[in-house]
């Protein structure tokens, strides 16, 4: 009995992951290095691993080899050991060859910034075809890394004119993954038309897509407006699928959701948070979110207030915006978390200054009324055209 109950008590294994952040030695961001490597290490939970230690290095440039210095090297390496690390993660895409250096180097799993987040893409995705969209982006950023999964194979090699078995491995993995990525481009694209024929028949009322950074309080916001039962929790990329809801503006009010006449009514839209460094597999993967922001009417772009680095991340989604490659729609700037913002009024101030139609909110506590009144300043005249 007593071993039964000590079988049953057993937790899961949680890796204990090693964070690597450089800077390039001139470069304005460097003084963001330690808010970068703690966005990492909120990745690194989000991805189920715990963070046992970091290390930073400011460099002229990576290095071709290791991305790193042969001393950093080194100290990982003694920082793994010491805190029985079984993960290195760096905060910047490596190359293959360096992805596999570091390995033979730090005898140790390693992994990027795109890695991690394709992991928790995967781990999140709920709907068809944000799992289609994953896969594809987790094949894409594969195919070239395979050599990483064939090493020790490849030591077996034979004389000339033989090839050894892990290269065999490869060559036919690579033919398997082109296919299979060939074949959701192919789903995809279904997906997407079915999607544009969705769109058509909605109802003729204006589309608001919420977009913004990854965790800015998108979901929080579109529950607070519409009462809806959707994912609200304090972690990167908590919810991956769109979600659409109707509401009416009442006035500045609290919002109601339901059926009724056009006057006054909009249709929300949640989408996928953006993210600094976001794979790019990703963003062409995800055409879904991308098309309903795109098609949309207004785009409200919901920061939060309380980052300290917000305007980078202002700065992050409006890059990914551009790459839209068309005119945006009108914009609305939503600053959400306002109940944790200090000195209130010289934020607002601030930020006025720049953004002269931006919004103050906060989600947590149901203050949306000025969001609604700019949202209905922006949407009177889709209602005088309908």
């Known amino acids: 009995m007593p071993r039964i109950r000590q079988l049953l008590d057993l937790k899961p294994v949680v890796e204990r992951a090693i964070l690597v952040g450089t800077a390039r030695r001139g470069d304005p961001a460097a003084s963001r290095l330690e808010e970068h490597l703690a ?13 046992a230690g970091r290390m930073v290095q400011r460099v002229a440039a990576p290095t071709p080899r290791f991305f790193i210095g042969p001393g950093k090297v080194t100290q990982v390496k003694a920082l793994a050991d010491d805190t029985q690390a079984t993960l290195v993660i760096f905060d910047d895409d490596l190359s293959p060859s360096q992805g596999r250096n570091l390995e033979r180097a730090l005898e140790r799993r390693i992994m990027d910034r795109s890695e991690v987040i394709l992991d928790i893409f995967a781990t999140r995705a709920r709907s068809k075809e944000a799992k289609l969209e994953v896969e594809l982006a987790q094949l894409e950023y594969l195919l070239p890394r395979l050599a990483r999964m064939w090493v020790h194979l490849s030591r077996i090699r034979g004389g000339i004119g033989l090839r050894g078995p892990g290269e065999t491995q490869i060559e036919t993995d690579r033919r ?16 997407t038309r079915h999607r544009h024929v969705l769109r058509q028949g909605r109802r003729a009322i204006p589309t608001v897509a919420l977009v913004g950074y990854t965790n800015a309080g998108k979901s929080s916001l579109l529950k607070a407006l519409t009462r809806a039962d959707t994912l609200v929790d ?4 908590a919810t991956l699928d769109t979600l659409t809801r109707e509401v009416v503006l009442d006035g ?32 062409a993967s995800f055409g879904a979110t991308l098309e309903e922001a795109r098609d949309a009417d207004i785009l409200a772009h919901v920061i939060d207030a309380s980052h300290p680095d917000w305007e980078e991340q202002v700065e992050v989604v409006d890059g990914v915006l551009a790459g839209l490659g068309e005119t945006p729609p009108p914009i609305v700037h939503v600053f959400n978390k306002m109940d944790l913002v200090a000195e209130t009024e010289l934020f607002r101030r601030r930020v006025l200054a720049g953004y002269p139609e931006a919004a103050f909110v906060s989600a947590a506590t149901g203050e949306t009324a000025e969001f609604q009144l700019r949202l209905e300043a922006l949407v009177s005249p889709f209602a005088k055209l309908a």
């Open 39 to 51: 966005e990492l290490a909120r990745l690194t939970d989000t991805a189920g691993a715990e963070v």
């Open 234 to 237: 304090d972690r990167l990329f």
């Open 176 to 191: 398997l993954i082109r296919r299979k990525i060939s074949r959701l481009r192919r789903e995809l694209e279904r997906v």
């Open 252 to 283: 500045g009010g609290s919002g109601r959701s339901g059926r009724g006449g056009r006057e006054g009514r909009v249709r929300l839209v949640d989408t996928v948070g953006f993210i600094r460094k976001l794979p790019h597999h990703l963003v």
